[in-house]
Nanobody, 125 residues
Framework: QVQLVESGGGLVEPGGSLRLSCAAS????????VAWFRQAPGKEREGISA????????YYADSVKGRFTISRDNAKNTVYLFMNKLKSEDTAIYYC??????????????????WGQGTQVTVAS
């Protein structure tokens, strides 16, 4: 019933851009903060960005700050991640996740209660 589905991943050359989408179903995304995480092979899942619903407050990890932009369209029940100036180190599976409460700007896995299946982003020349 409650589901998040990521899309938009693919192969991108270094310095390129990509937009990821996170489509929610089974619940109203308007009532929740949403975060993006990523996990590279052999590494732990890393919280990279998050956004609240009411005032669109955002969080960015230092590793992506200035390059990535998170946004949301509550009417479409969708959250986006615009990825610019991509580097090889950005290669990972990217996941979106729903926060446990609407006032939470999640930075850790345990602050989220619902996860998408992930979409692969590969940055290579």
């Amino acid at each position: 019933q409650v589901q998040l589905v990521e899309s938009g991943g693919g192969l991108v050359e270094p310095g390129g851009s990509l937009r990821l989408s996170c489509a929610a179903s089974g619940f109203t995304l308007d009532y929740y903060a949403v975060a993006w995480f990523r996990q590279a092979p052999g590494k732990e899942r890393e919280g990279i960005s998050a956004i609240l619903s009411a005032d669109r407050s955002t969080y960015y990890a230092d590793s992506v700050k200035g390059r990535f932009t998170i946004s949301r369209d509550n009417a479409k029940n969708t959250v986006y991640l615009f990825m610019n100036k991509l580097k090889s180190e950005d290669t990972a599976i990217y996941y979106c996740a729903r926060a446990a409460a609407e006032w939470v700007l999640p930075r850790r896995e345990d602050e989220c209660d619902t996860w998408g299946q992930g979409t692969q982003v590969t940055v290579a020349s």
